[in-house]
């Protein structure tokens, strides 16, 4: 069975920084492009970043670029999402997404994971 | 950025009843890169449809999409019980991806 868990949200101030993790399971890791969405009862579903299959090629939404990073580490099948400078409208769900595909654009996303809690309040 | 606007917000209707769901582009969508999910409370979105009309493995064929270019339409055909949840879709035809704001379908 597929699966997408992520870890490491949690409560942060304003100028903080946390590290979101995905553990994979039940597929080849490193077959697929890889993404971070977050989700807000406001906004919705927001595309943050994606990271092709060898770490080769990342982008990034205008939201976030220069402060977020995103990485894998295909030998231990992980995903990872640096988040440096967070400001309060970064709080969110944070989904971690696989999609259909070696790029992380131009494919459309096939399993989710059910998100971490970000939470950024003084 | 493709903005995707999907009406109605909310849809009223009963199990049996057949539900039409609504997604606009901002401008043509490439290739038709256009996909569907649903999403229950609690948990994490499903893939439907994809490249605007293919269902997604699993899916029951009372799940259906069409649509080209700007206009794409969700229909579920005879609403089931466990039909009733929010409906988005996506864009990832051009870069960034972008999402729908959703359709709640609930229960009349």
């Known amino acids: 069975e597929v699966q997408l868990v992520e870890s490491g949200g949690g409560v942060v101030r304003p100028g903080g920084s946390l590290r979101l993790s995905c553990a994979t399971s039940?597929?080849?890791?490193?077959?697929?492009?890889m993404n971070w969405v977050r989700q807000t009862p406001g906004k919705g579903l927001e595309w943050v970043s994606g990271?092709?299959?060898?770490?080769?090629?990342?982008g990034y939404a205008d939201s976030v670029k220069g402060r977020f990073t995103i990485s894998r580490d295909n030998a231990k099948n992980s995903l990872f999402l640096q988040m440096n400078s967070l400001r309060v409208e970064d709080a969110a769900l944070y989904h971690c997404?696989?999609?259909?595909?070696?790029?992380?654009?131009?494919?459309?996303?096939?399993?989710w994971g059910k998100g971490t809690t970000v939470t950024v309040s003084s | 950025e493709i903005v995707l606007t999907q009406s109605p917000g909310t849809l009223s209707l009963s199990p049996g009843e057949r539900a039409t769901l609504s997604c606009r582009a901002s401008?043509?969508?490439?290739?038709?890169?256009l996909a569907w999910y649903q999403q229950k409370p609690g948990q994490a979105p499903r893939l439907l449809i994809y490249?605007?009309?293919s269902r997604a493995t699993g899916i029951p064929d009372r799940f259906s999409g069409s649509g080209s270019g700007t206009d794409f339409t969700l229909t579920i055909s005879r609403l089931e019980p466990e039909d009733f949840a929010v409906y988005y879709c996506?864009?990832?035809?051009?870069?960034?991806?972008?999402f729908g704001q959703g359709t709640r379908l609930e229960i009349k």
């Open positions: 997404a696989r999609v259909v595909g070696l790029d992380y654009y131009y494919y459309y996303v096939d399993v």
């Open positions: 039940g597929f080849t890791f490193d077959d697929y492009g």
């Open positions: 990271i092709n299959w060898n770490g080769g090629s990342t």
């Open positions: 401008q043509g969508v490439s290739s038709n890169y």
């Open positions: 490249g605007a009309s």
């Open positions: 996506q864009q990832y035809g051009g870069s960034p991806i972008t």
